[in-house]
């Protein structure tokens, strides 16, 4: 609901900017082109565009924060251990100033989308596109590469890591993490179900963050008990060889 909101009230002025701009220009276009007929058609114009500038701006401005939260979602309900829970009790950032807030928000939009702060790379990308023929894939490896790597960030933030260790974690992994970037690339490009697959491709990164949490879990509970002396079979072992006289000694 907390969601929902925002979004409806992003549509809603978008709309009702369109129609006071947009509407009377199309409509006098519709009409002189159509003929009556050109008030309708204006009107679905509108339509269609303001939903299309309503989706971009949702996954600018809201789609960052969905993701994080469901990210953390994921991770909290999913995972054996409180790890989210208490790193996020103990930086709240309901209890930091409003300037840090608004610092974080802006941190998050240039984590998740694609959008201002990467346009520059966006422009390489889209000259390297115009390579025939090997240009394309390249620009699709590149961004799978991203992908991937943005794909357990949040998880590495929350552990503590720092960029080197997230650096460094990737390369161990780079080819599940290519994968990963590859199937969620195909799966954001089938149409009209885009923004619904982000959410799942979201979730699927948070169930594997979950599965290497609870992995790293076991395995240090693991070496635990491996390395785990009992005191009272220790203080036995040492008392074993002095608690008869040696043979060789009568």
């Known amino acids: ?29 519709y009409t002189l082109l159509v003929g009556p007929m050109g008030m309708v058609l204006a009107w679905y114009s509108i339509y269609s565009q303001s939903s ?9 401005l809201l789609l960052p924060y969905i993701q994080k939260v469901a990210y953390e979602a994921v991770l909290s309900r999913e995972s054996n251990n409180s ?37 520059p790379r966006m422009m390489i990308l889209f000259l390297i596109n115009l390579i025939p023929i090997i240009g394309p894939i390249l620009v699709f490896y590149f961004r799978a590469t991203t992908k991937g790597y943005l794909a357990h ?23 599940a993490y290519v994968a990963f970037g590859l199937s969620a690339l195909l799966l954001e490009m089938i149409p009209c179900f885009n923004l619904l697959l982000v959410f799942t491709n979201t979730i699927g990164a948070a169930l594997w963050a979950v599965d290497l949490e ?24 040492f008392r074993r060889p002095f608690s008869s006289p040696s043979p060789t000694l009568v």
């Open 1 to 29: 609901m907390t969601v929902f909101i925002p979004q409806l009230i992003l549509t809603l002025i978008t709309y009702l900017l369109m129609s006071a701009f947009i509407y009377p220009i199309e409509s006098i276009i």
């Open 52 to 60: 299309t500038i309503s989706q971009v701006v949702v996954s600018i």
């Open 83 to 119: 790890f989210v829970r208490l790193l996020r009790a103990k930086n709240d950032p309901t209890l930091w100033p409003l300037w840090m807030r608004i610092k974080l928000y802006l941190y998050d939009i240039w984590r998740f989308s694609i959008f201002p702060m990467s346009l």
């Open 214 to 237: 609870n992995n790293e879990r076991a395995t240090s509970r693991l070496i635990e008990d491996e390395y785990l002396v009992d005191p009272k079979r220790e203080f036995r072992s």
């Open 153 to 175: 960030r949040r998880y590495f933030i929350l552990k503590g890591y720092n960029r080197a260790e997230m650096k460094r974690t990737f390369k161990v992994n780079k080819p």
